[in-house]
């Protein structure tokens, strides 16, 4: 079965970091383009970052830039979301998604997803 499952939300508070993870069960992540997107309450999921599975190229919302680092350990069959320097409107929840194709922030060229973690930053 292909799962996806992303762990390290939680509540924290304005300034502090949080590092999420996404593993997969039933394949193999390094044969995947991963992404990072986030769905706040009453808006559209928005991609937050995104890296190939070819030379490891990363893409930021620019909302993120500087503050988000996206990475992965294809060994471990593991890609995280480094999330320094939070701010309350980070607050969302935030799934990983693989797609088989192509890196891009747009959530329609993902083929699986997991369940999302919650990210809460209190101001």
């Known amino acids: 079965q292909v799962q996806l499952r992303e762990t390290g939300g939680g509540l924290v508070q304005a300034g502090d970091s949080l590092r999420l993870s996404c593993t997969a069960s039933g394949f193999t992540l390094a044969y995947y383009a991963i992404g990072w997107f986030r769905q706040a309450p009453g808006k559209e999921r928005e991609g937050v970052s995104c890296?190939?599975?070819?030379?490891?190229?990363?893409d930021y919302a620019d909302s993120v830039k500087g503050r988000f680092t996206i990475s992965r350990d294809n060994g471990a069959n593991m890609v995280y979301l480094e999330m320094n320097s939070l701010k309350p409107e980070d607050t969302a929840v935030y799934y990983c998604?693989?797609?088989?194709?192509?890196?891009?922030?747009?959530?329609?060229?993902?083929?699986?997803w997991g369940q999302g973690t919650q990210v809460t930053v209190s101001s």
């Open positions: 998604a693989a797609a088989f194709h192509i890196a891009t922030m747009d959530p329609r060229h993902y083929d699986y």
């Open positions: 890296i190939s599975k070819s030379d490891g190229s990363t």
